[in-house]
């Protein structure tokens, strides 16, 4: 902890801190606005809102996919602290577009034909922002800070994060929409206004970078409206090209492709749980906004508590010692909320209860405690993970492992999402999909085992 306020208390960690924290808030509080109230005051079938759940997720993850590979190289090659300052510039203006998108659904203007296909679009440039600022929070601790800091650096960013995704689901549930719209303007032009303190990071080799497909096509096209037509393809292309480059290059270092294996496993788990939140809250537990919103809210609360933990129990030396262990105790804490869940008896009334009601319902305290569990433990297993990406991995190549590992999360995201709209769409109830979910968590445990064995084979000193 001495550690933490420490760097808490300087300005090469600060602004960053900052600066990452608002971006996830931010994010989150439009996410959770938007899909919030498109799955409360638009549709009124469980099938429906769940698929509308699912489609969302997908589309905030596909940027990840898509650009990780070109932001990887471009935080590598350039200041990484200028990179963040058009990333949060450009903030401002998917904001002001997203607030367009849920006025007109407020007001029940176009709904279906233009306010829900431009939330969906605001959806993605925002994850495409999230996309260039991911390869640097975490690639440039080891720039900023001193070996011993950066376990205590990335618990810290870690939990911040998921404080301010706290933050962002507790004001989308709790206030109007109209409230949301206000706060995600205010909050896009803080998160500048503190980038700009954030300090030079330098890249730190002469890495060049290359556009394999793009290159040639630019000189060997000819014509113009060609050259127009063709180019978005060939640009989308050249990332999966870049990304399956990137990817190769990662892979030579085996602990660093087992822990972002195991992370992507993660989140798999992580992309079911967020989609059944929703549908969970109102068609299972009767209940409002509010209540899903606050599920949210214990489950990011849960990932800080353990990005903390963590740190206390290896004293700051980055190891998968405990990851195994972890995830397995996530499991069982799966189990005990399906259980829960499913034993919940539904408000006679067939009202939706609001939170002040709902949590003086009976099991409303075990349910909640039985996520926190989930959560905790999820935050000790992952947190070390991240650690070992910046640590491991060459000085010059952070940025670029980084954006491998979002790379991988995010496809392997959009294979959770595809699950929990397939196992939604045969009929399987959005309750009983919590037993997928832990089920999953024994691959991670192996996955944990195996990086943690990876680690003793190495004959890391720091384990020894």
């Avoid at 205010?186 to 700009?196: D, N, V």
């Avoid at 972002?260 to 809250?281: D, K, N």
């Avoid at 910046?390 to 294979?415: E, F, G, P, W, Y």
């Amino acid at each position: 902890m001495t550690t933490s306020t420490h760097l808490l208390r300087r300005k090469r960690f600060l602004p960053l801190m900052i600066t990452q924290f608002f971006n996830a808030f931010n994010d989150n509080l439009y996410k959770t606005a938007m899909v919030l109230f498109v799955v409360y005051s638009v549709y009124q079938d469980e099938k429906q809102e769940a698929l509308f759940s699912g489609a969302a997720s997908l589309i905030f993850v596909a940027p990840f996919v898509l650009f990780s590979a070109l932001a990887g190289q471009l935080a590598d090659t350039r200041d990484k602290a200028a990179i963040i300052r058009v990333v949060k510039l450009c903030e401002i203006g998917w904001a002001s577009l997203g607030v367009v998108g849920l006025y007109l659904a407020w007001q029940g203007i176009m709904v279906h034909t233009v306010a829900i296909p431009l939330l969906m679009v605001v959806l993605f440039l925002a994850s495409t922002q999230s996309a260039f600022l991911g390869p640097i929070k975490y690639a440039i601790l080891p720039q900023q800070l001193k070996k011993e800091e950066v376990l205590s650096g990335t618990g810290l960013v870690e939990a911040g994060t998921y404080i301010a995704i706290l933050g962002g689901t507790i004001l989308a549930g709790f206030v109007e929409v109209q409230t949301s719209m206000i706060v995600i303007i205010i909050t896009a032009f803080i998160g500048y206004l503190s980038a700009r303190f954030v300090p030079q990071a330098l890249p730190q080799s002469d890495y060049e970078m290359h556009f394999p497909l793009l290159e040639p096509f630019a000189v060997e096209t000819k014509s113009t409206f060609k050259r127009w037509l063709g180019y978005p393809f060939v640009a989308v292309a050249d990332q999966v090209v870049m990304s399956s480059r990137l990817i190769k290059e990662v892979k030579q270092n085996r602990q660093i492709w087992l822990a972002i294996i195991a992370i992507s496993f993660f989140w798999t788990m992580g992309a079911v749980l967020f989609i059944q939140f929703p549908p969970l809250a109102k068609n299972q537990l009767l209940a409002t906004p509010e209540v899903s919103s606050l599920f949210l809210v214990i489950f990011s609360l849960g990932i800080a508590i353990g990005s903390v933990s963590i740190n206390a129990l290896l004293k700051g030396v980055v190891s998968a010692r405990y990851s195994p262990i972890s995830v397995v105790v996530m499991g069982a804490f799966l189990i005990g909320f399906y259980i829960v869940a499913k034993s919940w008896s539904p408000n006679p009334s067939g009202e939706l209860l609001p939170v002040q009601e709902w949590i003086m319902e009976p099991l409303a305290v075990p349910l909640s405690l039985m996520l926190l569990g989930v959560s905790t433990a999820g935050g000790m297993f992952v947190v070390p993970l991240y650690a070992f990406l910046t640590t491991r991995c060459a000085k010059d190549a952070a940025s670029r492992t980084i954006a491998v590992n979002n790379i991988v999360n995010c496809i392997c995201m959009v294979l959770g999402s595809a699950l929990a709209i397939g196992l939604t769409g045969i009929g399987i109830a959005v309750v009983d999909q919590l037993l997928v979910a832990a089920a999953m968590t024994m691959v991670s445990a192996w996955l944990g085992w195996m990086l943690f064995k990876a680690e003793k084979e190495a004959g890391d000193p720091a384990i020894a």
